[in-house]
């Protein structure tokens, strides 16, 4: 993945591109309109996969560059990262065609996440192919050296969020977030549980694939 991010604020891009680094996704800075128009309408243009966009920037409004965008052709995604926190701010950058909108400061976890949700809406994938493993997200279904493995609902959403990690730890925080649907620690085991016997049954089929990062969660291996 590779993303642009526009802001005008030195110290919070900062702290977003950190949070990208860790992700591992490739990014490029502009500080103003001009800029990011320079590299999205420049020969370097068609390789960025995201914009990260404020909505108020020196020379222009967020709002305006996204038309400026649209208008142009430039279908590109993009999330609106902004202070502007009010319904109607987010209301109005999603019906300007953003395909998300984040408000600051951001959460790194979050901001990833929803990256890679934005992806996954413009770009389908009918299968992935990591070494000896094939898994079919819309079908839900997964084989090994050409054996079927019986997931459950709970384990598949794991193994997906680690593939679409692309190699980065995922925290038992994210995977709550992503695979239960909540924010809060429910001070249990419960993913340490899920995450050995996805291991297990993984394993059946053949070498281990999931390794566990110390204070950082969980990765694929191959």
Request: charge should be neutral.
């Amino acid at each position: 993945m590779r993303v642009l991010v526009v802001d005008d604020d030195h110290d919070l891009r900062r702290l977003t591109v950190i949070g990208l680094t860790k992700a591992g996704i490739e990014y490029q800075e502009a500080e103003t309109a001009a800029g990011a128009r320079a590299l999205l309408f420049g020969p370097q243009g068609h390789s960025f996969d995201a914009v990260l966009l404020d909505v108020e920037l020196p020379d222009a409004k967020g709002w305006d560059f996204l038309e400026e965008m649209r208008s142009n052709g430039q279908e590109i995604p993009v999330i609106f990262v902004s202070v502007h926190r009010a319904l109607e701010d987010r209301l109005h950058g999603l019906r300007l065609g953003a395909d998300d909108y984040i408000t600051k400061p951001v959460v790194f976890e979050e901001l990833v996440a929803r990256l890679e949700a934005v992806l996954r809406r413009k770009r389908p994938i009918e299968s992935v192919k990591i070494h000896d493993v094939t898994i079919a997200p819309y079908q839900r279904r997964i084989e090994r050296n050409g054996k079927k493995v019986d997931l459950t609902p709970r384990e598949f959403d794991i193994l997906w969020s680690l593939v679409q990690a692309g190699g980065r730890p995922v925290s038992e925080k994210e995977l709550l977030r992503r695979v239960w649907g909540i924010d809060f620690d429910p001070n249990t085991n419960v993913v340490q549980v899920h995450v050995f016997r996805l291991r297990k049954k993984l394993e059946a089929a053949g070498t281990r694939m999931i390794d566990t990062v110390r204070r950082e969660g969980y990765r694929l291996t191959v």
